[in-house]
Every structure is written in C-alpha cells, then in structure tokens.
C-alpha cells in the first residue's frame, strides 16, 4: 500500500493529526520486525540497523514538513524514509534485492531514497548526509523554493568533521536547514559520555551561532513542537537549528552486536519508555482517539507491513545484466 | 576562425561565463574564488560580473564546501566546485567518492550530481609535496566519477562547457603550470563543446605513438618537433578525458608505428597511464608492436621543495626526447 500524502500539524490537533502520528510511528515498529524477522529467517542478505524505540523523531519531525522539504537520512534510516511517506512494499523490495526496490537492489538498507518524497537519501557514511542537507537548503535559498532541508543524524556524526563544516556553512549563510540528531546514546559501542566532554550536546549550537534545542525524542508531540519552531524559523530566512531529540535504541547497533557495553538493566529502563504507548495515552486522555481506535491503527500499521512483505516477495529479483548502465546518468542529446 | 590566444586560466573563466550566461542554476563555490578572484586567479573578475551569489565565498572548509555542492546539485543546481589545490581534496573524499561518485547508481538512479569539481594539480611551482601532486589516478579508479585533464585551453574551454553540461559528476584537474601560458592553438569564440570521452590525435607520425596526459602533452610536443627535424615521427595522442577512456585512436596508432611509449607526471607505481598500457596489452593491437611499451612517469616519491629535487622527480623534456630516441633507435 502506497502512504498517505503527509499530514501537517501538531500530533494532538485533531483526530486525524493523532491518527497520522500513531499510524507512522507503528509502521517503523512494524517495518523494523518485520526486517529483523525477514533477517532471521534468511531472506535478507547484508546487514539492518534498526531504529525500534526512536520512532517519535522522525515521526514528530516529518509533521512539520511538507511534501517538498527534503530531508537526509543515515543507515539507520527506515524510520526516517516512512515517516516522509515512503511506499513500504518499495522499501522491503529493496532490502529483498529486487526490480522494484528503490534503488533496484544496487543500495540495500542503507541507501534508500525518494525523490517524490524530498528524501534524498540515507547514508552509509556517519555524517555524510549533514553536507548534502546544507547544499539542498542551500539549492532551495538560491532557486528561492521556501523548502527546508533536515538532516537526520546520530550523536555519533556530531564528532565528524562534516558536521562542523556543514553546521558552520549553514549558519553563516542562513540557510534554511535542520540538523536533527537523534542521540540513542551509543555509536555503535562508544556511548556519549566517552565521545564527548560535554553533557549537553546542543550546547554545540552555541559555537556555530545558532540555537540548540532538547526535546524528548520519545514524545511525537515535544519533537513536533520544537520540529515547527525550527521549521518557521528556517523558512523565515533566519537560519539553521540543532535539535538534540533524547532516544534510545533497543536494538544492538546492527546484526553483529552482541550489546556487550551496555547493560540489560540500561536497556529495560528505555523500554519502559516505549514511545508508542506513551502518545495513546496521551491521546486517549485528551479525546483524540479512543482505546479502539488506537487498536485499529496499530492493525493497520501491521496490516500494511505485511502486505507490502507478501508482494515485495513475489517481485522479480534485481537483474546484474543492467548494472554496467547505471553508473552514469545518460547524457541527453 | 579566431586567432585568439588566451592562457587557460582565461579559457577556463570564459568557459564558466558562457555556461552562467546560459543557465541561470550555474554557480561557482570555492575557498577565495570571489573578490580575490581564485589562488590562480581563474574566477577573476567573475565576483563583480556576476554577484556574491553566484560566486560563492566559502570557508576553508574543503568536505562542507564539495557536500554543499553535491546537495545543490541534487536539488536542481549546477554547481562548479573550486578545490583551491588537488591535494587538498584529500578532505573532501567522502563527499567525492563515496557520494557524489555513487549516488546515481547506489540509489537506482533517480539521483543524479551535475557537478563539476574543478582543481589545479602538479609540479614545478616549488610548492612541496602537499600542494603538488598529480591525483589522477585517485580519481580515475572510482567508478561514477569522469575525469577530465585539458592540456591546452582551447580543449579546457570546451571540455569544461561538456562537464557542466553533464549530469554526472566530473573532476576536472588543471595543471597550473598552463595557467598563465597561451597554447599553440586560439581558442574558438563561441560555445561549442568539446565532448567527454573523445581523444585528440595532437599530431600524426610514423615511428612511435606517445599518449601523455595534462601537461605532459606540452612536454611531448615539443620532442615530436625535434624529433621531426631529424626524421623521427611520432603520433601524439591526448586522451583529454581519462574517465571514461578513449583508446581507439591508439590502437589505430600503434598498428601503424609499431612502437608506443606512456608519458604521465604522477608517480608510475599505479598511476593512471598504467590502464593505457593494460588496455593495449589485451587488444588485438598488442601484435603489432615491434618493441616493448615505453612508460615514463613520476619518481615514486612526495614532490620535494628544491627546483633541482622537483625537476627529477617528473619527466622533463629532455627525459621524453631520450626515452623516444631509444625507443626508436633500439627497436627497428
């Protein structure tokens, strides 16, 4: 099933905000079992980094956009590709290394794009997005489209140099950007407390001339509230923010984590903060969704995931005879 | 026909205004290429003709300036990148070739970087080994990315109209030893274009085929014309681009000479001139050589500082002219 057009608004505004923010955040939950489950069981080839226990951000952020923001993406991407409204079947295809997938089985996991959606890619280098986000905010001041670009990123990427250079670039330009960073607390094993000496990683906005902001990223509505700011901001030709969005993800870095630097008891503490339960209260106690209601939305979410595994499945597989012609883009007369 | 004779810092910055003249999404970027006109002086007065907008000041900042520019180029710009020395896109190589090389690929195509990355490479400016490297071969094996080395500006001028035409990203390395001299040919007004992947037979012979790059066709030349006056003839080809690779004109060439000799100013341990003598040795052309390949290159060392030191570590013309003579003569 192909996504929605992407609603715009504060998750809490109405019924159909609430419902489009429980339904994207289920769809990465579900999508994400869904790979680890397609990876167990032999049918994926590679590796995944999944984002369960981060949906709120990318789900919050994307409800300050519209369909022609851009945005960039790192390897652990899938939540970001869905909550631009991504089609889920295109994105399993890809991971399944078939025709159909996004990038027709070339790029995998770590690379999916979508140009329909301004999602221009994720990435497999830590950081390597963050450029590309200011050279797309940069396109959109120049060509004066009134777009933001927001580059997703981990706390990991905020010790590279291209975070620097492009935060830098981005503030003495003004240019209408977004730096998001989810900090799940751990680059891979090296957790921020022994990458970084200072507690606060939005006190970096402070260096480059620009605001840095926390939020919650476990809260869809505390991530959207700041996402808005950020975004008027931006479009207001005033610059660049940093946003640091608190997450966790409880899953290892990637299939080869055995979590050996971290503890079971740490992991359980940020499971109890489950953002997915956490936004159906909310919602149920301001009357925006009913308990069924909100039953019915995760069914969909599930149901949607599945039907784009089955077709995904049945599609035909990537063929190499192509692969010599794609590596440039063809000249036109 | 114009009788033009500009240098190729001058074609170069022609070729840019043509191409800002014609569309209005061109823009150049780069450490100094505004009001101090470029560390070479290639943008020039570009600044005050076309505005701080499409001149863009940059930090130094080689990785955010190359990743802005592959952003932009991706939302609907052109960008032109000035990399102020080669050497320094050593910073930048994530953005060259793990995104701007591979994004039309890795993501099935509906991406694409019209990106042209302009920088001046090589010797013989007493720079040292940081600001002196000829990076060929860097580039050259990253597959999506073309490659262009003009050797003249009359080629400089047209081949940079073709890159940023081009939907793909192109390295174009200028050996800034031919910034400040005319060529032996006037460079055409106009904005015709020179297409990427076509090379240039410089001049026809009988006895030996050299293919040289950049500069080192320069070098070449003016041994074909020594040679010339003794009765030694040699075809000189000037593959222009590198990526892709043009190697018709010199399989046609040997089978007639018999005798083919490589000349590049990088080092030779895998330097770029080595595929030319891959892709000779498994062609049907292999037969007709009469001697073994000659391959003259750089010395595998950093470029040292001293003028002495810096001249022995590059060919030089006396060094082709013996190099050619030995062939020839040894080999009948």
């Known amino acids: 099933m192909s996504a929605n057009p992407l609603l715009m608004g504060h998750p809490l505004s109405s019924t159909e905000h609430a419902r489009h923010a429980l339904l994207y955040m289920c769809r990465i939950r579900k999508f994400e079992e869904a790979v680890e489950d397609l990876f167990g069981r032999g049918m994926m080839h590679g590796t995944m980094h999944l984002s369960i226990g981060q949906e709120a951000s990318p789900t919050g952020m994307c409800m300050a956009l519209t369909i022609q923001d851009q945005i960039t993406s790192t390897h652990r991407g899938h939540g970001h590709c869905i909550a631009k409204g991504a089609d889920l079947t295109r994105m399993i295809a890809e991971l399944l290394g078939k025709e159909i997938g996004y990038c027709g089985g070339r790029g995998g996991s770590m690379h999916i794009a979508d140009v329909e959606t301004g999602n221009l890619g994720a990435n497999g280098v830590v950081g390597g997005g963050i450029p590309i986000a200011a050279g797309a905010a940069l396109a959109s001041k120049m060509m004066k489209k009134g777009t933001v670009a927001v580059s997703f990123f981990g706390d990991g990427a905020m010790n590279e140099g291209a975070f620097h250079e492009a935060a830098n670039l981005a503030a003495i330009w003004k240019l209408p950007m977004i730096l998001f960073c989810e900090n799940n607390k751990y680059g891979m094993s090296s957790s921020t407390e022994k990458a970084f000496a200072i507690d606060n990683l939005a006190d970096r906005g402070k ?45 290892g870095h990637s299939r080869s984590d055995k979590n050996l630097y971290r503890t079971k008891e740490e992991i359980e503490e940020w499971r109890l903060l489950d953002p997915i339960p956490k936004f159906i209260a909310r919602a149920i106690k301001q009357k925006k969704l009913t308990q069924e209601q909100c039953d019915g939305i995760q069914q969909e979410a599930t149901d949607a995931i599945v039907a784009a595994v089955n077709e995904a499945v049945k599609a035909k597989a990537a063929d190499p005879a192509g692969l010599l012609d794609a590596v440039f883009k063809k000249v036109s007369a | 026909m114009s009788d033009r004779m500009l240098t190729m810092a001058e074609a170069v910055r022609e070729a840019m205004s043509i191409a800002f003249d014609e569309r209005p999404e061109v823009f150049l970027l780069g450490e100094d290429v505004g009001i101090y006109g470029g560390a070479f002086g290639v943008s020039g007065d570009m600044y005050h003709r076309y ?180 009765g030694i003839s040699v075809t000189l ?96």
């Open chain 1, 207 to 251: 260096g480059y001339g620009i605001p840095g902001v926390n939020v919650n990223g476990n809260d869809v509505v505390e991530v959207y509230e700041a996402a808005q700011i950020a975004v008027d901001r931006a479009k207001k030709g005033e610059g660049p923010t940093l946003i640091i969005a608190e997450t966790y993800r409880w899953k």
């Open chain 2, 51 to 230: 505005g701080s907008e499409r001149v863009l000041d940059t930090p130094i900042a080689e990785l955010g300036i190359v990743g802005a520019a592959v952003g932009a180029a991706l939302s609907g710009m052109r960008p032109i990148v000035e990399i102020q020395f080669s050497d320094f896109t050593a910073q930048a190589m994530d953005q060259i070739a793990n995104q701007a090389a591979k994004i039309h690929f890795m993501l099935g195509g509906a991406l694409h970087v019209p990106m042209v990355l302009r920088t001046p490479q090589g010797s013989g400016t007493g720079a040292a080994a940081q600001h002196s490297q000829n990076l060929e071969p860097w580039f050259a094996s990253v597959p999506g990315l073309k490659v262009v080395v003009p050797s003249n500006p009359a080629d400089a001028k047209g081949l940079l109209l073709a890159a940023i035409d081009d939907p793909n990203p192109v390295i174009f390395l200028e050996h800034k030893l031919l910034y400040k001299i005319p060529g032996r040919d006037p460079v055409p007004e106009g904005s015709e274009r020179i297409p990427l992947g076509v090379a240039k037979v410089v001049r026809e012979g009988k006895d030996l085929t050299i293919v040289a790059t950049g500069i080192m066709v320069n070098k070449s030349y003016e041994v074909c014309e020594k040679l010339a006056a003794e």
């Open chain 2, 237 to 332: 080809i000037d593959p222009r681009t590198i990526s892709p690779l043009d190697m018709q004109p010199v399989y046609e060439s040997v089978e007639k000479t018999g005798r083919l000799m490589v000349v590049q100013e990088g080092p030779a341990h895998a330097g770029f001139i080595n595929e030319v003598i891959a892709q000779m040795a498994g062609s049907s052309s292999f037969g007709s050589l009469i001697a073994p390949i000659k391959r003259l290159a750089g010395m595998n060392i950093p470029i040292p500082y001293a003028p002495q030191l810096e001249k022995a570590a590059v060919p030089q013309i006396e060094d082709i002219e013996a190099a050619a003579r030995e062939i020839v003569k040894n080999w009948r």
